[in-house]
């Protein structure tokens, strides 16, 4: 009898700047990450996906969620509320990799209790150490 592999870890990622995307995506390789990316641009879509609606009626809340706060139509402040008012999203992590490094957009975020607020570093061997962080993460609630 054979065991079946073990499960990759799922990830969303909210972002709608490609270069920011391809970059994380370099930093989880680098990582050695191995995991199932679903990007989404835009945070209407995002909250599609949280509400199950249209083609995400059959998709499973990821183990973690990565998510940008200034994105087009829902921003990530709306994503969070979303996800935490919804008992399959309530408890799934989640990282926010923003441009901002604003001490009232980290407090905004208190109340719902992120796993970790990340801001953009400039420095590519900077941003690459996110994947790092973000497989240490994902190990410590495996």
Avoid at 21 to 40: I, N, P, Q, S, Y
Avoid at 90 to 119: G, K, N, Q
């Amino acid at each position: 009898m054979t065991s079946a592999p073990p499960q990759k870890p799922r990830i969303l990622l909210v972002e709608d700047n490609p270069g920011d995307v391809d970059l994380l995506r370099l930093a989880l390789k680098t990582a050695g990450f191995e995991c199932e990316l679903t990007v989404l641009d835009d945070g209407g879509e995002a909250i599609a996906m949280v509400k199950r609606q249209g083609k995400y009626a059959d998709v499973a809340p990821p183990d973690l969620a990565i998510l940008d706060l200034n994105i087009p139509r829902n921003d990530g402040i709306e994503i969070i509320q979303t996800m935490r008012a919804d008992a399959l999203y309530r408890d799934t992590r989640v990282v926010v990799l923003s441009s901002s490094s604003s001490p009232r957009d980290y407090a905004r975020l208190e109340s719902f209790h992120i796993a970790r607020y990340i801001t953009k570093p400039p420095d590519l061997d900077e941003f690459l150490s996110i994947g790092t962080q973000l497989k240490q993460l994902v190990a410590e609630t495996n």
